[in-house]
């Protein structure tokens, strides 16, 4: 449901007009009993930022779901130009509904303050209450992956457990980190996931081209922001986005909003960064970024966000061309390249590039053939045998790593310009040949590490001489009459 206040539903036009246009007065009641319904709410007028706190307050006093609240100051429709008014409201709005709010979590809360009348009438739901902590999207997906524990490691309050993971939510402060670190996108928070705000990003670029800023500001300052930032004088759009943690923009937020030509700034207080403690992660996050146009730390109160703003200088550019990020992010690659990145380390998946250490390395085919989408395979050139990489289509989802019976392999998140638009040999080995044809059969030094452990063991030497042979061979060889029997 969208709710404008009466005397601004006139300036949005035909294009997006509200649900229902409500008194300044009576706005609270109506976002509280659209909650109450389970609907997603964005609500227009004046002092939205300021009566959030009270909105959520309420809304959890109640049992009902925050999450679904997207409030729009009146300031926003100033601060956003060129971005016309109604292509604003229509592009949050578009948001809250992608948003997948109404997936949040809850937990029994009996410590809870609930008043008579709740209690009388909502008894469960005022006992209940709705956590900041990560939605798990396709279980049976994130299950599949046995390999993978980026989240679980990545928890700093061991919140997560099991596979697919669990969540504490006694334990979880929805810091956010084990959204950022999930190379194949199934875990995100209640709000403002990378579709949500690419529904958003697409709706603002109707309006305008010029660069921008994204402002994730954190729920805890959004209500001190009025006063500070009325009659500020800026020369681009700045749209703000309400959030609970540093930690839910992550480094794929902040490559979606450059793709469409926006900087990603990230307002929130000292208290609130102290509570969810994501151990600095948004921090280096935002370093990481700082070439796409990501503010290099977390501004820390109204005051320097004003400051900010007012003397910023937009650095990204909307890229044509470029596809938007995918589950599996291969676009990364293609956003930090348009950017001009030569070189970059990133401390969660963003990129991948598997090093190899040649010395360990049999070229077994384990890493590629565990390889979900082709980005390493195995060839034979002729006389070399050859692992290859296509940086274009890994999504350093660490299979290749896990897969690995020698542990020769590390999967490390840096990008390299140099590594697109070619493929890049890891490692190298003589080519083995079948004895019988001649064909190339695989790695010489795998063949004769698999022949010796085969000897140790006691296997007949007719098993042996097998491994030199093609599958054709092989059959050749059965059919033949070169079988042995064991009596």
Same mark, same amino acid.
């Given at each position: 449901?969208?709710?404008?206040?009466?005397?601004?539903?006139?300036?949005?036009?035909?294009?997006?007009?509200?649900?229902?246009?409500?008194?300044?007065?009576?706005?609270?009641?109506?976002?509280?009993?659209?909650?109450?319904?389970?609907?997603?709410?964005?609500?227009?007028?004046?002092?939205?930022?300021?009566?959030?706190?009270?909105?959520?307050?309420?809304?959890?006093?109640?049992?009902?779901?925050?999450?679904?609240?997207?409030?729009?100051?009146?300031?926003?429709?100033?601060?956003?130009?060129?971005?016309?008014?109604?292509?604003?409201?229509?592009?949050?709005?578009?948001?809250?509904?992608?948003?997948?709010?109404?997936?949040?979590?809850?937990?029994?809360?009996?410590?809870?303050?609930?008043?008579?009348?709740?209690?009388?009438?909502?008894?469960?739901?005022?006992?209940?209450?709705?956590?900041?902590?990560?939605?798990?999207?396709?279980?049976?997906?994130?299950?599949?992956?046995?390999?993978?524990?980026?989240?679980?490691?990545?928890?700093?309050?061991?919140?997560?457990?099991?596979?697919?993971?669990?969540?504490?939510?006694?334990?979880?402060?929805?810091?956010?980190?084990?959204?950022?670190?999930?190379?194949?996108?199934?875990?995100?928070?209640?709000?403002?996931?990378?579709?949500?705000?690419?529904?958003?990003?697409?709706?603002?670029?109707?309006?305008?081209?010029?660069?921008?800023?994204?402002?994730?500001?954190?729920?805890?300052?959004?209500?001190?922001?009025?006063?500070?930032?009325?009659?500020?004088?800026?020369?681009?759009?700045?749209?703000?986005?309400?959030?609970?943690?540093?930690?839910?923009?992550?480094?794929?937020?902040?490559?979606?909003?450059?793709?469409?030509?926006?900087?990603?700034?990230?307002?929130?207080?000292?208290?609130?960064?102290?509570?969810?403690?994501?151990?600095?992660?948004?921090?280096?996050?935002?370093?990481?970024?700082?070439?796409?146009?990501?503010?290099?730390?977390?501004?820390?109160?109204?005051?320097?966000?004003?400051?900010? *703003?007012?003397?910023?200088?937009?650095? =990204? @550019?909307? /890229?044509? #061309?470029?596809? +938007?990020?995918?589950?599996?992010?291969?676009? %990364?690659?293609?956003?930090?390249?348009?950017?001009?990145?030569?070189?970059?380390?990133?401390?969660?998946?963003?990129?991948?590039?598997?090093?190899?250490?040649?010395?360990?390395?049999?070229?077994?085919?384990?890493?590629?053939?565990?390889?979900?989408?082709?980005?390493?395979?195995?060839?034979?050139?002729?006389?070399?045998?050859?692992?290859?990489?296509?940086?274009?289509?890994?999504?350093?989802?660490?299979?290749?790593?896990?897969?690995?019976?020698?542990?020769? *392999?590390?999967?490390?998140?840096?990008? =390299? @310009?140099? /590594?697109? #638009?070619?493929? +890049?040999?890891?490692?190298?080995?003589?080519? %083995?040949?079948?004895?019988?044809?001649?064909?190339?059969?695989?790695?010489?030094?795998?063949?004769?590490?698999?022949?010796?452990?085969?000897?140790?063991?006691?296997?007949?030497?007719?098993?042996?001489?097998?491994?030199?042979?093609?599958?054709?061979?092989?059959?050749?060889?059965?059919?033949?009459?070169?079988?042995?029997?064991?009596?």
């Amino acid at each position: 449901m969208l709710l404008v206040e009466e005397s601004l539903q006139g300036i949005l036009g035909e294009g997006v007009a509200g649900e229902r246009s409500v008194s300044r007065e009576s706005m609270r009641e109506e976002i509280l009993k659209a909650l109450d319904s389970g609907e997603v709410v964005a609500a227009l007028y004046r002092g939205a930022w300021e009566e959030y706190p009270l909105v959520v307050r309420e809304a959890r006093r109640e049992g009902l779901n925050p999450y679904l609240y997207t409030p729009i100051d009146r300031l926003e429709l100033t601060l956003a130009a060129p971005v016309s008014p109604s292509d604003l409201v229509a592009a949050k709005y578009s948001a809250a509904l992608a948003s997948m709010a109404d997936k949040a979590l809850t937990r029994l809360s009996p410590s809870k303050s609930v008043d008579r009348r709740t209690l009388l009438f909502k008894p469960l739901q005022g006992v209940m209450e709705y956590v900041p902590a990560p939605i798990l999207l396709n279980p049976s997906i994130c299950g599949s992956w046995r390999h993978c524990r980026l989240c679980l490691d990545a928890c700093p309050h061991n919140a997560l457990e099991g596979k697919p993971p669990m969540v504490d939510a006694s334990k979880c402060t929805g810091c956010g980190v084990c959204s950022a670190v999930c190379p194949f996108g199934l875990l995100f928070m209640p709000q403002w996931n990378v579709k949500a705000l690419t529904y958003m990003l697409d709706r603002l670029r109707k309006s305008t081209d010029k660069p921008g800023v994204i402002v994730g500001v954190c729920d805890s300052m959004l209500g001190e922001l009025s006063n500070h930032l009325e009659g500020l004088d800026v020369e681009y759009p700045v749209v703000f986005i309400h959030i609970h943690c540093p930690g839910w923009l992550t480094e794929f937020h902040m490559l979606e909003a450059a793709l469409s030509g926006f900087d990603v700034v990230i307002a929130c207080s000292d208290d609130r960064v102290a509570e969810c403690r994501d151990g600095g992660a948004s921090e280096r996050w935002l370093k990481e970024m700082e070439p796409l146009g990501a503010y290099p730390a977390i501004i820390r109160s109204p005051e320097e966000l004003a400051e900010t *703003l007012a003397s910023y200088k937009p650095r =990204s @550019r909307p /890229l044509r #061309g470029v596809e +938007h990020l995918t589950v599996d992010k291969t676009a %990364a690659y293609s956003i930090l390249e348009a950017y001009g990145v030569e070189e970059a380390s990133f401390s969660t998946p963003i990129v991948g590039y598997p090093e190899v250490d040649e010395e360990k390395c049999l070229l077994c085919e384990a890493c590629s053939n565990s390889c979900p989408y082709g980005a390493l395979r195995l060839s034979a050139e002729g006389d070399e045998f050859k692992l290859v990489f296509d940086a274009s289509k890994c999504t350093a989802c660490g299979a290749c790593e896990a897969s690995c019976p020698y542990g020769a *392999l590390r999967l490390s998140y840096r990008f =390299s @310009r140099s /590594l697109l #638009g070619k493929s +890049h040999v890891l490692a190298k080995d003589e080519v %083995a040949r079948c004895r019988m044809c001649g064909r190339p059969i695989g790695s010489l030094k795998h063949l004769k590490a698999l022949e010796k452990k085969l000897r140790e063991s006691g296997v007949d030497e007719w098993v042996i001489e097998q491994l030199w042979l093609c599958q054709e061979c092989k059959v050749k060889r059965l059919l033949g009459g070169g079988a042995r029997r064991r009596i």
